[in-house]
C-alpha cells in the first residue's frame, strides 16, 4: 500500500507570495490534517478535513487555508507569503473511525520544506 | 487547550543500554497517548500507543507506559540499536479527534 506523498518536497518563495502544497492520502482513508514543524514552535495542528469539510483548526491566521477533494487529495494555501512561514509542512492521514472506543492512527507523509526569502 | 511537556529534550544513551522520554500533559480528557518517531527528512512515524483503560503497552524493545492520575506517560525502549537515534514525540489527544498536540520532542542519540 502505497503511503503519504506529499508534493513537491522542497520550495522557495519569496515574500508576497502565495503557495499551494498538496497532499495524497493512504488509499481508503478519509482524513487529512495538516501540521507545521518549526524549530522554534515545533509541530503545531494546522487544519483537519474529512469528506471535503473542515472539521478541525488550530491557532493559525486566515492566510493559512486549505481544501480537500472528493477523492480525499487535500491542498493547503498559505498566502501573503512571510518569512516566518519558513517551515517543513506534514500531511497525515487517517482513517477516521468514527466508533467512539476506537483510535485514528495518523500516517504522515515526509512533508514539503517551504522557505521563504 | 492542551499544554504538553517533554523530557528530557536531549538524551544520549550507550548502545545497549535503555532509554526513558516522560511526556506530562494537562487535558484530563485525553484518552489517547500515541509516541512518534521522526528520522531525518522523513515524517513522524507513530512507534506505539496506549490508550486510557489500560496502564501499560510493550512491543518488543519498546514500551509506554500512563500514569492517568498524575497526567504523564512514558516510553521506554530496551537493549538501544544505532537505529533508535531519532527525534521522539509524544501527542496525546482523544478519541476521534484527529488533532495531535505533539510535545517539544526528545532527539535521542545512541552512542555505538
Known amino acids: 500500500k502505497a503511503g503519504v506523498t506529499q508534493t513537491p518536497r522542497y520550495l522557495i518563495k519569496t515574500r508576497g507570495q502565495q503557495v499551494t502544497l498538496s497532499c495524497s492520502p493512504i488509499?481508503?482513508?478519509?482524513?487529512v490534517s495538516w501540521y507545521q514543524q518549526t524549530p522554534g514552535q515545533g509541530l503545531q495542528f494546522l487544519f483537519e478535513y474529512f469528506s471535503e469539510t473542515q472539521r478541525n483548526k488550530g491557532n493559525f491566521p486566515g492566510r493559512f487555508s486549505g481544501r480537500q477533494f472528493s477523492n480525499s487529495r487535500s491542498e493547503m494555501n498559505v498566502s501573503t507569503l512571510e518569512l516566518g512561514d519558513s517551515a517543513l509542512y506534514l500531511c497525515?492521514?487517517?482513517?477516521?473511525?468514527?466508533?467512539?472506543?476506537?483510535?485514528?492512527?495518523?500516517?504522515f507523509g515526509p512533508g514539503t520544506r517551504l522557505t521563504v526569502l | 487547550g492542551e499544554n504538553v511537556e517533554q523530557h528530557p529534550s536531549t538524551l544520549s544513551v550507550q548502545e545497549g543500554d535503555s532509554a526513558v522520554i516522560k511526556c506530562t500533559y494537562s487535558d484530563s480528557a485525553s484518552n489517547y497517548f500515541p509516541w512518534y518517531k521522526q528520522e531525518l527528512g522523513k515524517g513522524p512515524q507513530l512507534i506505539i500507543d496506549i490508550r486510557s483503560n489500560v496502564g501499560e503497552k510493550k512491543d518488543q524493545r519498546i514500551a509506554v507506559t500512563l500514569n492517568k492520575t498524575a497526567k504523564h506517560f512514558s516510553l521506554h525502549i530496551t537493549e538501544t540499536q544505532p537505529e533508535d537515534s531519532a527525534v521522539y514525540f509524544c501527542a496525546p489527544a482523544n478519541f476521534g479527534n484527529e488533532k495531535l498536540t505533539f510535545g517539544t520532542g526528545t532527539r535521542l542519540t545512541i552512542i555505538p
Open positions: 497525515a492521514s487517517s482513517l477516521a473511525r468514527t466508533r467512539p472506543s476506537s483510535y485514528n492512527e495518523q500516517f
Open positions: 488509499s481508503g482513508h478519509r482524513s
